[in-house]
């Protein structure tokens, strides 16, 4: 097989089998997308459905005035002092209730359908749907009796609009296009749906299609359809469609709107559509060159043998108990694929659903920074998509207003509190419950993504307006909200690690209760987050030359965060305070944080550390995982250097919370006992991220001192390679034959470069060479090595 035929197949998805999920076939659909606008192919062969969704398109959301509840911090710390921490967990959140509070975060929602009918002779026979990654062309095709039936769809980068070719093979054929309002299937939204659909105006005027409803803003949004035949009858006269009769390839064109007035909008967008050219393929290379080059701005080979096996039969083969490499490979490049289909540099970050969610208020569709949001951009920095990280960090930014009252109203602070959950505009407290309200961390954890950022680009001018503020707020609200220790130490008090309660806080009745008492004293990824914040803040101001009158202090408060405490099973505490027991039938991993994702130590420097979290990970129970917890956990095996322990949760996420289109879901829903079960499971695409991010954690370790390839390859992983991965300042390609006891790798310096580099150790005998570098031995040990590369520069390694 030649490379084009290989890369081909590695990069695309096959099925044999239409949408199937009952009530919503959405779900299994095949998404494209442009960032901005998405589209979700069902592929049903008579009466077929493509959701349509725009990125801004949002309702439902109400933004109260949030009420000076300040007062209740001394209240709730003194309920604590007294122990009673159940009284306390509730006291913050029963004053927001007390008075009336209300705010209700917004949710994404469906634009429209295009609807195509088709007639059919026969019985359909030879189905198949598949998506092409390298282009992002779903394509469904059939054969019905002697006619070959093709449908293609792209969402184009270059014109912003969903371009659809149908074709018999020359043979001709009847139908009809239509653009309708996409119904809702769940019954608690059957009224206000109605409402909504209430609103559609539609109109059909030659060759045009045109749509709009009106949002509960008072905006309108909609749509407008164009098509073109090469051949036959057009009638324009069907209620609300465009019918088409002994044509042989129809084209059609749609371009979207929202926030506007319908009627200028439909001139708007005809006279848009009526300037592109009616040609499919000139549409699709003018896309195909823009998105082509962001997704193979990295590559990945893990030496599998591709066989052009469809999704089917990837996921009956890891059923069997191990995934196959062909699907870690495909699932690493679909993963990218959804998010640079999904989000732009300029748009919304990148969302739980993507841009297809197929309901008007579906389950956990808004942002969460208590993991999911940052899951889903661990990938981007090493991945080469660093570009794209530029949207949460405008989205974060366009509310600081609202994060700055939540820290005076509802801690007295000075700084920001930034809520858990959140929506475009909605950036105060919205799930009023202690698990949330008590939990300060989010803007420390996203200070992270903030910094990674300047780390990766070298960009001062956004260290010094965007991300050193940002920070320096997230500092200023600790500044006010900790206290000392009678021993001169840091006490985060109320503290909260996501989501768990302490086990000796768990109801002795066995009642289901999500979060029973989560409120406790010095979580430990409390302490992890602002010693990160703090450390990452004086560097950054340092090298920028601000803050200097206040980085002494800054210095200061890093000395008082109390170390890290081990339990009597040898594992790091998940509460630093020993009134707190350790819970291990969890989801979350919070207190993992330094090593992962975090980057507070290496085992190269602290062997005796990671052993404790080793052990923390390990007594985490398999029952209580979730999709997204998988990901996180086979990354934490990564930085552990065990990539078979790592490549067995992907291994369990696949036969457990993945459906045939390769989208992830929050849980299983079939009671096999590999993982949280809920009678609901959600679409939650983190865990499409977390695997892409888990993939790149066992073949590249990346901080801004140092760099390990390979530090957690599987034995499974015999050979492979990878080309254009990211390091701080350059990028790397390299190539590895355990069989052969081969390895290559190159490391190009965007920027001066001084690092540590650590090769792998299943080879030996490295020869380094290059230009513009130097490299010694280094003290941290064998395959180590100090690197310095001016910009430019090159390193050659050869075994």
């Not at 996921?315 to 679909?334: F, Q, R, S, V």
């Not at 989010?442 to 503020?469: C, F, I, S």
């Not at 008082?560 to 819970?583: C, K, L, Q, T």
């Not at 930085?639 to 879901?665: H, M, V, W, Y």
């Amino acid at each position: 097989m030649d490379k084009t035929t290989t890369n081909t197949s590695r990069n695309k998805l096959i099925l044999k089998y239409p949408t199937s999920w009952w009530n919503n076939k959405w779900r299994e659909g095949l998404p494209s997308g442009n960032g901005r606008i998405g589209a979700l192919v069902y592929g049903a062969v008579k009466e077929e459905t493509v959701l349509l969704t725009h990125e801004d398109l949002w309702h439902w959301g109400r933004k109260a005035e949030l009420p000076d509840v300040s007062h209740t911090l001394s209240e709730t710390r003194k309920l604590m002092d007294e122990e009673k921490y159940l009284e306390a967990s509730w006291h913050l959140t029963n004053a927001l209730e007390d008075r009336g509070y209300d705010t209700e975060l917004a949710s994404r929602f469906p634009l429209a359908d295009l609807k195509l009918t088709m007639s059919c002779e026969h019985a359909f026979k030879q189905y198949r749907r598949s998506l092409d990654m390298e282009t992002g062309e779903v394509a469904v095709t059939w054969r019905d009796g002697e006619k070959q039936y093709e449908r293609k769809l792209f969402v184009s980068r270059a014109d912003d609009a969903i371009v659809y070719e149908i074709n018999a093979d020359g043979q001709p054929f009847n139908g009809a296009l239509r653009l309708a309002f996409h119904p809702t299937n769940d019954p608690r939204l059957e009224e206000a749906c109605k409402q909504m659909e209430a609103t559609v105006r539609t109109k059909v005027e030659g060759s045009f299609c045109y749509y709009a409803a009106r949002n509960d803003d008072g905006t309108d949004f909609g749509a407008v359809l164009r098509v073109v035949t090469n051949a036959g009858v057009v009638d324009s006269d069907q209620i609300g469609a465009i019918g088409f009769r002994g044509a042989s390839r129809v084209l059609a064109i749609v371009k979207l709107f929202v926030k506007g007035e319908h009627e200028s909008a439909w001139e708007r967008l005809k006279d848009d559509l009526s300037a592109l050219p009616a040609d499919y393929h000139q549409l699709l290379s003018s896309h195909a060159a823009i998105h082509g080059a962001m997704f193979r701005s990295a590559s990945l080979d893990l030496g599998e043998n591709v066989e052009t096996r469809t999704n089917e039969e990837l996921l009956l083969n890891a059923y069997d108990g191990e995934a196959p490499t062909e699907l870690i490979g495909k699932m690493w490049a679909y993963g990218r694929y959804l998010f640079i289909s999904g989000t732009h540099a300029e748009g919304q970050p990148f969302a739980l659903y993507g841009l297809w969610g197929g309901d008007y208020q579906l389950t956990w569709c808004h942002n969460m920074a208590n993991e999911n949001v940052q899951m889903m951009y661990w990938h981007a920095p090493a991945g080469g998509l660093i570009e794209l990280m530029t949207a949460l960090i405008r989205y974060y930014d366009s509310m600081m207003d609202d994060f700055r009252e939540n820290a005076r109203k509802l801690y007295g602070c000075r700084g920001i509190y930034i809520p858990a959950g959140s929506t475009p505009g909605i950036g105060v407290p919205n799930q009023v419950v202690p698990v949330i309200m008590n939990w300060t961390g989010a803007a420390a954890w996203l200070a992270r993504h903030y910094y990674e950022y300047y780390l990766y680009t070298g960009d001062q001018a956004l260290l010094v307006d965007k991300v050193l503020p940002f920070m320096r707020e997230a500092v200023l609200f600790y500044e006010d909200f900790i206290v000392m220790n009678d021993d001169g130490q840091i006490k985060f008090y109320p503290s909260v690690s996501p989501e768990n309660t302490p086990e000796n806080f768990m109801p002795t009745d066995g009642k289901p209760l999500a979060h029973p008492m989560p409120t406790t004293i010095n979580a430990t990824m409390d302490c992890a987050l602002l010693k990160e914040l703090l450390t990452h803040l004086i560097e950054g101001s340092r090298e920028a030359g601000v803050y200097g009158e206040d980085v002494d202090r800054w210095a200061e408060m890093l000395t008082r965060i109390p170390d890290y405490r081990v339990n009597s099973d040898g594992a790091i505490r998940e509460w630093m305070d020993v009134r707190f027991d350790d819970r291990y039938n969890h989801r979350h991993l919070s207190h993992i944080y330094p090593i992962f994702p975090g980057q507070e130590f290496t085992r190269e420097e602290h062997p005796e550390r990671f052993e404790a979290f080793e052990t923390a990970v390990n007594k985490r129970l398999i029952g209580a995982q979730t999709g997204w917890s998988l990901g996180h956990m086979a990354a934490i095996y990564a930085r552990l250097g065990d990539g078979n322990k790592a490549l067995e949760q992907l291994d369990i996420l696949s036969r457990s919370c993945l459906l045939n289109n390769f989208l992830t879901l929050h849980n299983d829903w079939r009671d096999m006992g590999v993982c949280l079960n809920m009678e609901e499971a959600p679409i939650q695409l983190d865990a499409n991220m977390g695997w892409v991010n888990a993939v790149q954690e066992m073949l590249l370790y990346v901080s801004p001192t140092m760099v390990k390839l390979l530090p957690a390859l599987p034995d499974r992983w015999k050979r492979g390679s990878v080309t254009d991965l990211r390091f701080c300042t350059g990028k790397l390609s390299f190539a590895w034959n355990t069989a052969e006891e081969t390895f290559q790798a190159v490391l190009v310096a965007e920027r001066d470069t001084t690092i540590t580099l650590k090769l792998p150790t299943a080879f030996e005998h490295y020869i380094l060479s290059g230009q513009n570098v130097t490299y010694t031995p280094s003290p941290l040990g064998e395959g180590c090595y100090d690197i310095v590369m001016k910009k430019n520069g090159k390193l050659i390694i050869a075994r």
